[in-house]
């Protein structure tokens, strides 16, 4: 899992009222059509619609195009290095230096060097949706997978309306570009080179030539590493963005959120796990399934805690995740079956359906589970030792790759089917598999004594009934 400051935890923008959250949402997207527009016509004035920090943006491009070293340009993302060659290839060193951050912007404007068509609808790239949080705003291309939300441009709030911080498409554009490139089978240069030559319309500039810096200014290349863009910016919005959408309940930004901060250095939130279970647990009470598997085992990991609060407060989670197919859940949800917790009547079939399923979701231990439910559960009339000896067959079958719980398994099932010389000899070699497999003491004493003690009674024909509490045993750090 991973994750992601101080300062988000800091971070209290003031909410806006619903009448004008929507207000400050619909003027976001009015002025990113009206930008959309404007720039796909190639309109300079299009940049009007642009935040200052995009004309600094540009000022940063032009002074790279002036002094930039080879190693420099490749610093740059995809797109911002050939925006970088673009000046290069079309303006000399007089007129780069007469530019500002607008005039270099506009002239991308109107030589339709930047578009925001998309490739999979005609037309401009449309918002479906935009989050607020105080004068940042961040909008979705689409809505949310999964997974993930499709976030697209930034913008901010100045004086005279919302603007688009163009910069914040530029890691997007650049891992498109990238994507290009690898599915096309060549190399960055070559891609680079290719798309040069589309843009300019004519034989593709060779980067061997554009790489050379116009001027050799070892000062100027070394403000350029201080004046390096914050491209790591629009990442930051985004989690505001989450925080906000996690505040309204959004269950996948809460599982965007607890994530992050489960992560062992985070980048944009601070580590905080309990937090971190909270977001998690909310957003599986909002129905993420996801969610509730990380909740589950967040909430069961911690043996010393095990009880029947936390049991009742686990099971919604391990029953969600369980219904929405994930086999680690079915197997927790089974037992709860098996040992009767959270208010669940104690029941070994239902158990052991679940055990089924979750060797079917993948689970290659669940038939282990499953020999083990059926051939030593304690409820009269549900036992059964014929179904469980038919399942450990397979198991049978492969016994030089069994572990030692397996072959325990394969003992009881043997010998709750009175084969009680075969459950002496899987019984002890079960045992002797022990010191290999459980290297703290303590664990490995418990479980050793237990498999003996199962061993003694199927040595007087005696087979063996679950006389414990998995749970229980847990807490105190004992194994079966």
Same mark, same amino acid.
Request: glycine fraction near 4%; include cysteine.
């Given at each position: 899992?991973?994750?992601?400051?101080?300062?988000?935890?800091?971070?209290?923008?003031?909410?806006?009222?619903?009448?004008?959250?929507?207000?400050?949402?619909?003027?976001?997207?009015?002025?990113?059509?009206?930008?959309?527009?404007?720039?796909?016509?190639?309109?300079?004035?299009?940049?009007?619609?642009?935040?200052?920090?995009?004309?600094?943006?540009?000022?940063?491009?032009?002074?790279?195009?002036?002094?930039?070293?080879?190693?420099?340009?490749?610093?740059?993302?995809?797109?911002?290095?050939?925006?970088?060659?673009?000046?290069?290839?079309?303006?000399?060193?007089?007129?780069?230096?007469?530019?500002?951050?607008?005039?270099?912007?506009?002239?991308?404007?109107?030589?339709?060097?930047?578009?925001?068509?998309?490739?999979?609808?005609?037309?401009?790239?449309?918002?479906?949706?935009?989050?607020?949080?105080?004068?940042?705003?961040?909008?979705?291309?689409?809505? &949310?997978?999964?997974?993930?939300?499709?976030?697209?441009?930034?913008?901010?709030?100045?004086?005279?309306?919302?603007?688009?911080?163009? $910069?914040?498409?530029?890691?997007?554009?650049?891992?498109?570009?990238?994507?290009?490139?690898?599915?096309?089978?060549?190399?960055?240069?070559?891609?680079?080179?290719?798309?040069?030559?589309?843009?300019?319309?004519?034989?593709?500039?060779?980067?061997?030539?554009?790489?050379?810096? &116009?001027?050799?200014?070892?000062?100027?290349?070394?403000?350029?590493?201080?004046?390096?863009?914050?491209?790591?910016?629009?990442?930051?919005?985004?989690?505001?963005?989450?925080?906000?959408?996690?505040?309204?309940?959004?269950?996948?930004?809460?599982?965007?959120?607890?994530?992050?901060?489960?992560?062992?250095?985070?980048?944009?939130?601070?580590?905080? &796990?309990?937090?971190?279970?909270?977001?998690?647990?909310?957003?599986?009470?909002?129905?993420?399934?996801?969610?509730?598997?990380?909740?589950?085992?967040?909430?069961?990991?911690?043996?010393?805690?095990?009880?029947?609060?936390?049991?009742?407060?686990?099971?919604?989670?391990?029953?969600?995740?369980?219904?929405?197919?994930?086999?680690?859940?079915?197997?927790?949800?089974?037992?709860?079956?098996?040992?009767?917790?959270?208010?669940?009547?104690?029941?070994?079939?239902?158990?052991?359906?679940?055990?089924?399923?979750?060797? $079917?979701?993948?689970?290659?231990?669940?038939?282990?589970?499953?020999?083990?439910?059926?051939?030593?559960?304690?409820?009269?009339?549900?036992?059964?030792?014929?179904?469980?000896?038919?399942?450990?067959?397979?198991?049978?079958?492969?016994?030089?790759?069994?572990?030692?719980?397996?072959?325990?398994?394969?003992?009881?099932?043997?010998?709750?089917?009175?084969?009680?010389?075969?459950?002496?000899?899987?019984?002890?070699?079960?045992?002797?598999?022990?010191?290999? $497999?459980?290297?703290?003491?303590?664990?490995?004493?418990?479980?050793?004594?237990?498999?003996?003690?199962?061993?003694?009674?199927?040595?007087?024909?005696?087979?063996?009934?679950?006389?414990?509490?998995?749970?229980?045993?847990?807490?105190?750090?004992?194994?079966?």
């Amino acid at each position: 899992m991973r994750a992601m400051g101080l300062w988000l935890a800091l971070w209290a923008a003031p909410a806006l009222a619903a009448g004008d959250d929507l207000a400050e949402m619909n003027a976001v997207s009015r002025a990113w059509d009206r930008y959309a527009e404007l720039v796909n016509a190639n309109k300079p004035e299009s940049t009007d619609l642009l935040a200052a920090s995009s004309f600094t943006h540009f000022t940063f491009l032009r002074d790279a195009a002036l002094y930039a070293s080879a190693d420099q340009l490749r610093r740059l993302p995809s797109d911002d290095r050939i925006k970088a060659y673009l000046l290069r290839a079309t303006q000399d060193e007089a007129a780069l230096k007469k530019m500002d951050g607008v005039a270099v912007a506009r002239l991308f404007a109107s030589k339709g060097w930047i578009s925001v068509r998309s490739d999979e609808q005609e037309g401009p790239v449309s918002l479906t949706h935009v989050t607020i949080t105080g004068d940042h705003a961040v909008s979705e291309l689409g809505p &949310p997978t999964e997974n993930n939300f499709q976030f697209g441009p930034d913008f901010v709030r100045e004086k005279d309306g919302w603007k688009y911080r163009l $910069e914040s498409s530029a890691l997007a554009a650049s891992a498109a570009f990238d994507q290009s490139a690898t599915n096309a089978g060549v190399s960055a240069t070559q891609m680079t080179e290719f798309v040069l030559g589309r843009i300019l319309e004519a034989e593709p500039p060779r980067l061997a030539v554009l790489d050379r810096a &116009p001027v050799d200014d070892a000062a100027a290349r070394i403000r350029l590493n201080e004046q390096w863009p914050d491209y790591d910016s629009v990442f930051r919005f985004r989690v505001e963005a989450l925080w906000r959408k996690a505040e309204a309940e959004d269950g996948l930004a809460q599982l965007a959120l607890g994530s992050m901060m489960l992560d062992e250095n985070p980048q944009y939130v601070q580590r905080d &796990p309990k937090q971190a279970l909270e977001w998690l647990e909310r957003a599986s009470n909002n129905g993420n399934t996801r969610a509730a598997m990380y909740t589950v085992g967040l909430l069961m990991q911690d043996a010393s805690q095990f009880g029947d609060a936390l049991y009742r407060r686990a099971l919604p989670h391990v029953q969600r995740a369980a219904n929405a197919s994930n086999g680690m859940a079915m197997l927790e949800l089974s037992r709860f079956y098996v040992e009767g917790l959270a208010g669940l009547p104690r029941d070994c079939r239902q158990a052991a359906d679940w055990q089924a399923r979750a060797e $079917e979701a993948g689970i290659e231990h669940a038939r282990n589970e499953q020999v083990w439910t059926l051939a030593t559960c304690p409820i009269p009339g549900q036992r059964d030792p014929a179904r469980a000896l038919e399942l450990a067959k397979f198991m049978m079958e492969r016994k030089d790759k069994l572990s030692a719980s397996e072959l325990d398994t394969v003992a009881a099932a043997l010998a709750a089917n009175r084969r009680f010389d075969e459950a002496v000899a899987y019984q002890n070699e079960a045992i002797e598999k022990v010191p290999a $497999e459980i290297t703290d003491r303590k664990a490995q004493a418990a479980t050793v004594k237990r498999m003996r003690q199962r061993l003694g009674d199927y040595r007087k024909g005696k087979d063996y009934v679950l006389d414990y509490n998995l749970y229980d045993e847990a807490k105190e750090g004992k194994y079966r």
